[in-house]
């Protein structure tokens, strides 16, 4: 698992040797709903916690905002490649950490919020990262998550129709076709009604919006389609949601 995302964390520009300011403005016009649905600005002075940091943008994005960044990724790329971003970026406020997600490496009820995007739906164990991101945030906490979309025109048109081969199973087409480089060992693709199961344990207040209307052609990756995100066909699930502030359900 971490071999592959060793070689493919996303947004690094490795080889353009791209600058931060330009990693930045790439990312936000291609995912170019992030900036207003995403709220950066809403942590200054709270300590909030990126899960899968990556190339560290999103990271960088609450650091200028004011936020308390703490970044954590399993890859030694993701967390060199963060610590730069946040350099590049003049962000002082910010603590970058090598761990898996499956087991958090802080006091219990430290975070104001614990964001992750695109990270989840890369994990089997995905229920034991949920109780623990529950575990670490303080009592009325915001998660923030981005999943793919399982009803959408991407999974229907790019992942099986596009790659249906006789022989392989759902499970084994979106492993292998949801990510820019062919072979991730995990994806699963969320639908909107799994996510209330997913969460209900530890979480309340449970909201899902669905953005980004893309699909991949065989020439061209994401490329836009003018739907309206209302038709609920984009590739990325937001949802968020508040820890419980009693006892969970269970
Ligand atoms: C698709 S990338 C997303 C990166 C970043 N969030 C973004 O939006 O560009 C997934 C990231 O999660 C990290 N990752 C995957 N599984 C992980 C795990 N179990 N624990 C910690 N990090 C993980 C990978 O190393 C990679 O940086």
């Given amino acids: 698992m971490i071999d592959y995302w060793e070689k493919t964390v996303p947004w690094t520009f490795k080889d353009e040797g791209l600058a931060y300011r330009d990693r930045r403005r790439l990312r936000y016009a291609l995912q170019d709903y992030m900036l207003e649905t995403i709220p950066f600005g809403s942590y200054r002075g709270k300590r909030v916690l990126e899960i899968g940091s990556g190339a560290g943008i999103d990271s960088a994005e609450f650091g200028r905002n004011g936020a308390d960044i703490v970044s954590l990724d399993f890859t030694e790329t993701g967390v060199t490649s963060t610590k730069e971003t946040l350099a590049e970026a003049g962000v002082r406020s910010s603590n970058v950490i090598r761990a898996t997600a499956q087991n958090l490496p802080f006091r219990d009820g430290v975070f104001n919020c614990v964001y992750s995007f695109g990270v989840l739906h890369h ?128």
């Fill in 123 to 250: 994990i089997p164990e995905v229920g034991q990262v949920v109780s623990e991101i529950s575990k670490k945030l303080a009592k009325g906490g915001d998660l923030i998550v981005m999943l793919y979309n399982r009803n959408s025109l991407l999974y229907a048109y790019s992942i099986l129709f596009l790659h249906w081969e006789a022989g392989l199973s759902e499970a084994e087409l979106i492993g292998r076709y949801s990510e820019r480089i062919e072979g991730c060992p995990y994806t699963r693709a969320y639908s909107i009604e799994d996510i209330p199961t997913l969460l209900a344990d530890d979480f309340h207040r449970i909201t899902t919006e669905i953005h980004y209307n893309v699909v991949d052609t065989p020439h061209d990756r994401k490329v836009k389609i003018g739907l309206s995100d209302e038709l609920g066909l984009g590739w990325h699930i937001i949802v968020r949601a508040k820890k419980r502030a009693g006892n969970t359900k269970r």
